[in-house]
């Protein structure tokens, strides 16, 4: 998914396994992910999409000072989807903690690990609960 404000700007999926770096996108006031291989291209993903920061991630809420989280992981979700005329697009780290995209600093690298699982109609599958390992009995 891409937010709403960057609805003239080219777009494409991401891949697994690719590079991706934060950037403001020319004639909108939006921050997004791109390929430094095609800069004016936004690259979208689905809620879900884990990715890994080269460094603790940064971010501004638009006033003079950055901040950095101290997390390097995370994965892209929504805000408030069904609200419309505002950023929606956000990565939520470990503790349950989220910054918008359009506030990540400028410059930053990170790569695409995952794509959730889709099935076919473009929904996302039922999420998955693992059963817990039986518990081992050693004898001696």
Same mark, same amino acid.
């Given at each position: 998914?891409?937010?709403?404000?960057?609805?003239?700007?080219?777009?494409? =999926?991401?891949?697994?396994?690719?590079?991706?770096?934060?950037?403001?996108? $020319?004639?909108?006031?939006?921050?997004?992910?791109?390929?430094?291989?095609?800069?004016?291209? #936004?690259?979208?993903?689905?809620?879900?999409?884990?990715?890994?920061?080269?460094?603790?991630?940064?971010?501004?809420?638009?006033?003079?000072?950055?901040?950095?989280?101290?997390?390097?992981?995370?994965?892209?979700?929504?805000?408030?989807?069904?609200?419309?005329?505002?950023?929606?697009?956000?990565?939520?780290? =470990?503790?349950?903690?989220?910054?918008?995209?359009?506030?990540?600093?400028?410059?930053?690298? #990170?790569?695409?690990?995952?794509?959730?699982?889709?099935?076919?109609?473009?929904?996302? #599958?039922?999420?998955?609960?693992?059963? $817990? =390992?039986? #518990?081992?009995?050693?004898?001696?």
């Amino acid at each position: 998914m891409c937010d709403y404000s960057l609805h003239a700007v080219a777009t494409r =999926p991401a891949q697994v396994g690719e590079t991706l770096i934060t950037t403001t996108f $020319r004639g909108t006031s939006t921050r997004g992910f791109a390929s430094e291989r095609e800069p004016a291209v #936004a690259v979208c993903m689905l809620p879900g999409t884990e990715l890994a920061f080269a460094e603790d991630v940064k971010y501004d809420n638009r006033w003079i000072w950055t901040r950095t989280t101290d997390w390097r992981v995370g994965k892209f979700n929504q805000i408030e989807p069904e609200v419309a005329d505002r950023h929606h697009d956000a990565i939520e780290f =470990p503790d349950g903690s989220h910054v918008l995209v359009t506030q990540l600093c400028e410059g930053q690298r #990170a790569t695409v690990l995952q794509l959730p699982v889709v099935q076919t109609g473009g929904e996302r #599958a039922p999420k998955v609960t693992e059963a $817990r =390992p039986a #518990a081992s009995i050693v004898t001696g």
